[in-house]
């Protein structure tokens, strides 16, 4: 097993090289960036100093050098800690801005994820195991409304619903007097009451998903001899479901947890911005609308690097589950 962690953590390191070139590239396409929009800014105002502002902040931070030579200062500027500076913000660093937004963004995207596991894979052996019943047409049916759904488009219902029958505003995740407060139990308690609006908008798509995958699993690998063998011999039928049919349906499940926490991460941007969370997402469409290379660059490279731990995981996970993956 130690083995197999290892030869797969050496495999990463070489694709993480990769994916940073690939993300260098793909904040470098378009043909303007920040300081481009900034020298127009300026002019506007009337700054007769706006040509020498922009090429003096080019030559200090490197950006009147070939792309190879920025992208080895970048990438040995994250390697040292140092993710640039972010334009937009003032020359704010980029790295105080995602150690700002990274653990609420972790914690949401997290708590989604578990409540997506817990809730789709006992709806989806249910599913499987009473097949073509009153229950698994309703169930189905919630499934293929939570998939068709847009996350924002749920997000403005949710407000709309909660603002209408309760009158109390569902954004952000604290309330106004625990913002900017020290963590104590009463902010954490406040945390929880805040937490699960987004939560449950961003996990209903991944639940409804996730739980058509699992029926479909399980309903192929209750039809498998030795399924057949072990109700013959006489095993309870509970026993043959949750332990004999489950642990080999739940392989591709636990593959697909590798993409689930970036895919989260990612498709979070949208539902922060309507409900107002302090996490990575509009920060990160931000960057993206306002050409911002440093904070759009270092945010794409962690949402890779999460793709690729995640990956780690479900790998190891997967050689848990399953002994045979080890030697393979």
Known sequence: MIIFIIRRILQAIPLLVIISI???????LPPTDYLDIYIQELKQQGNPNAELIVR???????????????????????LRGDFGVSFDQNERPVSSIIRERLPMTIAVSIATMILTYIIAIPIGVFC??????????????????????????????????????????????FSPEFMDAPWSWAKFVDFLSHVWVPVVIL??????????????????????????????????????VWVHALRVAINPIV????????????????????LNLP?????????LQVLDMYLAGSILMILA????????????????????????
């Open 128 to 173: 499987a195991t009473h097949q073509y019943s009153w229950a698994d047409h309703a169930l189905s049916f919630v499934a293929f409304i939570g998939i068709a759904t847009p996350s924002f488009l749920l997000a403005l219902i949710v407000m709309f619903l909660v603002v209408m029958y309760t009158g109390q505003s569902v954004g952000g995740l």
């Open 22 to 28: 690939i993300s260098f590239a793909i904040i470098k």
């Open 56 to 78: 003096d902040l080019r030559i200090r931070y490197g950006l009147d050098l070939p792309a190879w030579k920025q992208y080895l200062k970048w990438i040995g500027g994250i």
């Open 279 to 287: 996490t990575l997402g509009p920060v990160f469409i931000r960057s």
């Open 203 to 240: 996990g209903l798509s991944g639940t409804a998903g996730l739980m058509r995958i699992m029926r479909s699993n399980m309903l192929e690998t209750m039809g498998q001899q030795y399924i057949t063998t072990a109700r013959a011999k006489g095993v309870k039928e509970g026993k043959v």
């Open 255 to 274: 593959t697909i947890i590798g993409l689930s926490l970036p895919g989260i991460i990612a498709g979070e941007g949208l539902v922060s911005s309507i």
């Open 305 to 328: 690097v999460f793709v690729v731990l995640g990956n780690l995981i479900s790998d190891i996970l997967l050689a848990w589950v399953d002994p045979r993956i080890r030697f393979e």
